[in-house]
Every structure is written in C-alpha cells, then in structure tokens.
C-alpha cells in the first residue's frame, strides 16, 4: 500500500522516496515535534528525521491492525507501530498513526496529512489522597 510504503521508505533512509509519497501540502504531526510540519518546512523536517534515524542504529519497524476507509478520491488509514532503534543510541516504542490519502489526476494517491501518536498505555490508576 501507498501507506506502508512510506515508512518503507524511511526505513530504506530514502527522503526522495518518501517525498514522492507525499503531496506538496502534506502536513504531519509527528510523535517527537511539538509543532505541525507544513509545506514551508517539510523537506527540512524530512532531512532532520531521516538524519536522527541514521545515527541511532539499526532500525526494526512493525506496522499492524490497518483500517482503512475510502471515499471516492479520498482515504483515511489508521493503524499501529513498533518500532526499535539497536545501539549505539538505542530507542523503542509503540505508536499509533492516522493518515489521510487523496487521489491526484496523474498522481495516484498521495498522503496530505500524518498524524503520529504514542499509543496509550491505559486509563492512569486514581490515587486517594
């Protein structure tokens, strides 16, 4: 799928690649940034992902438990991730990532927005005070 193959992307540390997938306005809010990704900045922020990604280590990725929808030239695809970083700078975690397609004349489908999370845990106990 279009969806699996950007993370396939990064993966591969193949920025090109990735931007390919994505259309020129896509905006993302990303697990690690505070702020949303735009057109102004996101070839910047692509450079700066795939650099940190490179310096950690091997990384292990897993994508699970897709749904997808669609509606005509438009799709939304949500679904879980693990990932893990082996040393030197060592990293793991679970997310969970909702993103939305349209289809472009000539284009295909391309991602105009990724919003990535840290799974929850759960509900935090209730502590008596």
């Given amino acids: 799928t279009r969806v699996r193959a950007v993370w396939?992307?990064?993966v591969a540390q193949d920025p090109k690649g990735m931007l390919k997938l994505l259309h020129g306005d896509c905006t993302v809010w990303d697990v690690f940034q505070p702020d949303l990704v735009t057109k102004a900045d996101i070839e910047a922020y692509v450079a700066r992902d795939f650099a940190q990604s490179a310096a950690r280590g091997k990384l292990h990725h897993r994508m699970e438990n897709f749904v997808t929808?669609?509606?005509?030239?438009?799709?939304?695809c949500r679904f879980n991730a693990?990932?893990?970083?082996?040393?030197?700078?060592?990293?793991?975690?679970?997310?969970?990532?909702?993103?939305?397609?349209?289809?472009?004349?000539?284009?295909?489908?391309?991602?105009v927005h990724v919003h990535e999370g840290a799974r929850p845990v759960g509900i935090p106990p209730v502590t008596k005070a």
């Fill in 8 to 10: 396939d992307r990064f």
């Fill in 69 to 76: 929808t669609m509606w005509g030239d438009f799709a939304i």
């Fill in 82 to 111: 693990w990932h893990k970083y082996d040393p030197p700078h060592p990293h793991e975690g679970h997310g969970r990532t909702t993103c939305i397609l349209r289809k472009f004349p000539g284009q295909g489908w391309l991602l």
